[in-house]
């Protein structure tokens, strides 16, 4: 039986996520499933002593079936057992005397269990399917050419599908190439975070973007939303002022399939798009003032979250740059023993602080 003390930590965190790191509603919803499998593992022990629970937590998540009896994914893992230390480290922190004699190493150890892990290419939707898909005949059709026009936003602007169905008119300044992607003007963003975005520099792309917005602009007022509402009446379409539905994103979905169905290519997500977006900047990327600028442009808070969702690249440009290798002059590279010590002294914080010193520093 769950302990009833151990609910009640699990409870206060997620208050504590929601009132003072301020995470919405479905991020809340999200960690409380991971703290889920936290719970049934300490079952009816305190988890003041977690330390001493046998199997230990990683060894449990190994054998946790869900859905057609399959393991949980190693991505799903990771993220349980992230989710696990900051709770632990919460409670240490607030709960100071009752966790005492939980060992601070013991926290830190924690790691997703070892899996096998299944090969696969990074998915998003590549430059050359973007250009096609902008290259399609929307003559006459204006639920087509917003759906180009979309697919276009996403790429060159990396918003995720949720911003850009609640997206208003006036959050889009082309002749800056700048989003607001901003809550207080309806746009819905993760976490609610709010950041002026810009716009990736591909002319192709981005003629389809500012064809449609000088369109809507002619017929809509500001607060009408940029990816509009089409009303189908006696066979005549017409645009349509209403703020976004509940379900805008299900119709986003729906629309991208039929798009890619259009222009006979395999479907890829609203969310590819993002991804696509990132790689298509990250490969472009000379300087670390370059990367620190994809990050923010993608609303991550850390340089680390970019780096460790999308630094991935296609198997075909790692096989190009390997073979590149050869034939090139021998690297004579030293590093300071000194300053190497120094940086392997810092904590993850202070390295991630030193690296936007440092991308300051390139951009010079």
Do not use: C
């Amino acid at each position: 039986m769950v302990s009833r003390e151990n609910y009640y930590f699990a409870k206060a965190f997620s208050k504590y996520m929601r009132d003072t790191l301020q995470l919405d509603a479905s991020s809340i919803a999200r960690y409380w499933f991971y703290l889920r499998h936290l719970l049934l593992w300490a079952d009816a022990t305190s988890f003041s002593q977690a330390s001493s629970i046998e199997p230990t937590f990683p060894s449990y998540l190994s054998s946790v079936r869900h859905g057609k009896n399959e393991l949980l994914a190693p991505a799903t893992l990771k993220k349980i057992v992230q989710i696990a230390k900051r709770l632990f480290g919460w409670l240490k922190m607030t709960y100071a005397r009752e966790f005492r004699e939980l060992p601070m190493s013991w926290i830190d150890a924690l790691r997703p269990p070892r899996t096998i892990q299944q090969m696969h290419e990074h998915e998003f939707v590549t430059l050359d399917e973007a250009l096609q898909l902008a290259a399609m005949n929307t003559k006459g059709d204006l639920a087509l050419q917003r759906d180009v026009a979309g697919a276009a936003m996403l790429y060159i602007s990396g918003m995720r599908a949720g911003a850009l169905g609640s997206l208003p008119i006036e959050a889009v300044d082309l002749a800056s190439r700048t989003i607001k992607q901003w809550p207080s003007l309806g746009v819905q963003t993760k976490n609610s975070k709010s950041a002026t975005t810009y716009l990736l520099d591909i002319p192709q792309l981005f003629a389809k973007v500012q064809e449609w917005d000088a369109f809507i602009r002619a017929h809509l007022p500001s607060t009408a939303m940029w990816y509009t509402p089409i009303i189908s009446q006696w066979g005549e379409k017409t645009l349509s002022a209403d703020p976004a539905g509940a379900n805008r994103n299900v119709a986003i979905v729906k629309r991208m399939r039929k798009l890619f169905a259009a222009a006979g290519l395999p479907y890829k997500s609203p969310h590819k798009f993002r991804h696509g977006h990132a790689v298509y900047a990250l490969q472009h990327a000379r300087t670390m003032a370059d990367y620190k600028a994809i990050s923010m442009n993608l609303m991550h808070a850390d340089i680390r979250v970019t780096d460790g969702i999308y630094a991935p690249l296609v198997s075909e440009e790692v096989k190009q740059r390997i073979a590149g290798l050869t034939g090139q002059p021998t690297a004579h590279l030293s590093v300071d023993g000194d300053l190497a010590a120094f940086i392997n002294s810092l904590s993850d914080a202070q390295l991630s602080q030193a690296l936007i010193i440092a991308a300051g520093r390139l951009a010079q």
